[in-house]
């Protein structure tokens, strides 16, 4: 190769590497390769075991978290579902709650219990004594429990939980997704692991699932057919949003989050580093944030409970809750999402949302922007009446991310909504 040839390999060559699926060098140095220059025993040398992006928002977690280590991965849902893989050995143990997000239980019950041979115990939040039983009959690997618990802000005694687990050599983690680590720390109230979805209140800017609301298959034996394409008009209407940041992370000690690290770099499930630059963004305003979404939750509950058409109001600050007193104890703040039941049938709650002009309508939470979710007709659009009364979801459940508006302007936008049913 003469030296023009020579020149226009150089000229044409990428001198950048990071922003491939591989870490690429010229030449090998043995000894001088990424990983022996980091000190790491992990390296970027291929896409799939991190970058330093998500490394420098693992470590803000981390530092929020009071962890040793945190990892990053594409979901919620990737992060539940790997940590199980890789903490519940086969024909293993799992404690989990009631009330919980639908797809973890899915996971749970669909493709653990008879693909690994996995067993479970599923307890009431509160139910210490099934708890302790549980533990007694069998070798529990893991209790799974979120607190606040979705969709009806159920609060686990983690410090208890923890200590009774421990004692019979079971890990416990903690969904904190709705606490968000601003109000609540799980790791210094005992458990092993604290889990969020980072898409929701970490990321905090609605980033995501809008555009595909229009899609939503509203369309069932159970429902009739004007909700065939659920508030088409007013989604569109409300929505400009192209994508959604959609991420998880597990934090923890060195040793448990290694565990899951090693079986997450076989598995994949990566989080792009565009998406924890967004999320980094996020965090820049998370305090500023929830203590706007914690203020405008509580009152808005307290206003909710007292309204005639309202029969019904689930947060953890509010006395009526069972878990007040625990949730005071280990919360500083009580989070920015309301559940609440409307006086009437699927029908009303539907007209009602209707009405609403601020939040949008989404089958998510935690952002800047309120939005709010009937689940009978978004995330259990596809049960029976009967079958969703399995879980506690009746018709007229509302479930409200309040977000960073005007708490004056979010309070006369749902009485005005109200009114009209």
């Not at 594409?74 to 143990?93: D, E, I, N, Q």
């Not at 618990?149 to 686990?156: G, I, K, Q, S």
């Not at 009526?320 to 949730?327: C, D, K, R, V």
Request: proline share 4%; aromatic share 8%.
């Amino acid at each position: 190769m003469n030296q023009t040839q020579h020149s226009f390999v150089d000229a044409a060559r990428s001198k950048i590497a990071l922003h491939g699926a591989c870490w690429m060098w010229t030449h090998l140095d043995v000894g001088n390769e990424p990983r022996s220059v980091e000190g790491r025993h992990e390296s970027f040398e291929y896409g799939r075991y991190g970058n330093p992006t998500t490394v420098v928002l693992e470590e803000k977690i981390s530092a929020l978290e009071g962890a040793e280590s945190t990892l990053l991965l594409a979901s919620g849902m990737c992060a539940s579902t790997v940590m199980m893989f890789a903490l519940v050995k086969k024909a293993g143990h799992i404690v989990t709650t009631t009330d919980c997000y639908r797809k973890t239980r899915m996971f749970i019950q669909d493709y653990l219990v008879p693909n690994m041979g996995i067993t479970v115990t599923v307890v009431d939040p509160a139910d210490l004594d099934g708890l302790k039983s549980a533990l007694h009959q069998n070798n529990v690997s893991l209790f799974f429990t979120e607190s606040p618990t979705n969709p009806f802000l159920r609060c686990v005694d983690i410090e208890l939980v923890s200590k009774l687990c421990h004692s019979k050599g079971a890990l416990v983690c903690v969904d904190g997704t709705f606490a968000t680590p601003m109000n609540q720390k799980a790791l210094a109230l005992g458990a092993d692991i604290v889990l969020h979805s980072a898409t929701k209140f970490l990321g905090g800017h609605n980033d995501v699932r809008f555009l595909g609301l229009n899609l939503i298959a509203i369309w069932s034996k159970t429902i009739k057919t004007e909700f065939k394409v659920y508030t088409q008009n007013n989604v569109l209407s409300k929505t400009n949003a192209p994508f959604q940041v959609i991420a998880g992370c597990i934090s923890g000690s060195m040793e448990v989050i290694s565990k899951v690290r090693k079986l997450h770099h076989v598995l994949g499930g990566v989080l792009n580093p565009n998406a924890a630059y967004l999320i980094i963004r996020g965090m820049k305003t998370l305090h500023l944030r929830v203590q706007q979404q914690n203020s405008t939750a509580l009152r808005m509950a307290e206003i909710l409970e007292a309204h005639p058409k309202i029969t019904r109001v689930h947060y953890p600050g509010l006395p009526s809750h069972p878990e007040y007193h625990l949730a005071k104890r280990q919360m500083t703040g009580f989070g920015g999402v309301v559940s609440f039941e409307v006086d009437g049938d699927l029908h009303t709650t539907k007209k009602f949302i209707d009405a609403l002009k601020i939040p949008y309508i989404a089958p998510s939470f935690g952002g800047c922007e309120s939005i709010v979710d009937q689940p009978a007709i978004m995330s259990y659009w596809d049960l029976t009446q009967e079958g969703r009364a399995m879980f506690g979801i009746k018709d007229n459940l509302v479930r409200f991310s309040f977000g960073v508006e005007d708490f004056e302007d979010v309070k006369a936008d749902v009485l005005n909504a109200l009114e009209t049913i």
